[in-house]
């Protein structure tokens, strides 16, 4: 059973909605993750946050706003969002970010799809 | 520019053989590689670590290889049943210029499927 949670398992929307997604971990973890899975493509790194501070933002459009409140919680913030962002959104932790000897720990995603 | 290669996109095999998926590398020296399995629907989840220093890796029937000459690792599950049908992702620990701190990029992943 997964220790991280999103919600909603699945999002459809319009271009002019204003919409978040939710991950919580039961880890402990310190370190979150968005990443974005569309089809026949990698995985994409989109933001990273490290004891509750952004490390990184992969040149992500504006249109999507990350927050994290605390270690255990993370939000994605969707709005004026375009068809080619259809996708699955997952979630991911690890206890902390930027050490690559540590597994990362992902939720089952939200599947957005963008009308 | 990054590049990570999974081998094939599918790869099927008869149950009882063994499963071996390749994932090669350019233009980086990582210092770790971790494999994954992602089932449909579902997030990836973590199956084996190794360290640029190690060759091989194993856990029950699960292999790992990492040679850093050819930038190459091979994923091996051997006696595979349907159950291991899945896809597999790499994903290489890579520091980027002008970065202090890793990331993980991952390869597009291999489908495989055992049959009965």
């Known amino acids: 059973e997964t220790g991280v949670t999103q919600t909603p398992r699945h999002l459809v929307m319009g271009m002019t909605n204003k919409k978040s997604l939710k991950c919580e971990q039961h880890?402990?973890?310190?370190?979150m993750y968005w990443y974005k899975q569309s089809a026949k493509k990698p995985l994409e790194l989109m933001f990273v946050?490290?004891?509750?501070?952004?490390?990184e933002n992969n040149s992500v459009p504006s249109r999507f706003s990350p927050e994290c409140p605390n270690s255990s919680h993370l939000f994605l913030h969707l709005h004026t969002l375009q068809p080619e962002d259809s996708a699955l959104y997952l979630c991911?932790?690890?206890?902390?970010?930027?050490?690559?000897?540590?597994?990362?720990?992902f939720g089952d995603g939200t599947r957005l799809s963008i009308l | 520019s990054q590049k990570i290669e999974q081998n094939s996109e599918a790869l099927n095999i008869q149950e009882g053989k063994t499963a071996t998926l390749t994932c090669n590398y350019t233009?980086?020296?990582?210092?770790?590689l971790q494999w994954y399995r992602q089932d449909p629907g579902r997030g990836p989840v973590f199956l084996l670590l190794i360290r640029e220093n190690e060759k091989e890796k194993r856990k029950e029937r699960l292999k790992v290889t990492f040679d850093t000459t050819l930038k190459q690792s091979l994923f091996h599950i051997t006696a595979s049943q349907p159950a291991d049908s899945a896809t597999y992702l790499c994903a290489l620990d890579i520091i980027d210029r002008g970065s202090t701190l890793g990331r993980l990029y991952f390869g597009r992943g291999t489908q495989l499927t055992v049959w009965p």
């Open positions: 233009n980086y020296s990582p210092a770790y």
């Open positions: 991911a932790s690890s206890p902390v970010g930027g050490a690559g000897n540590q597994p990362q720990h």
């Open positions: 946050y490290n004891f509750k501070e952004q490390t």
């Open positions: 880890l402990g973890h310190n370190a």
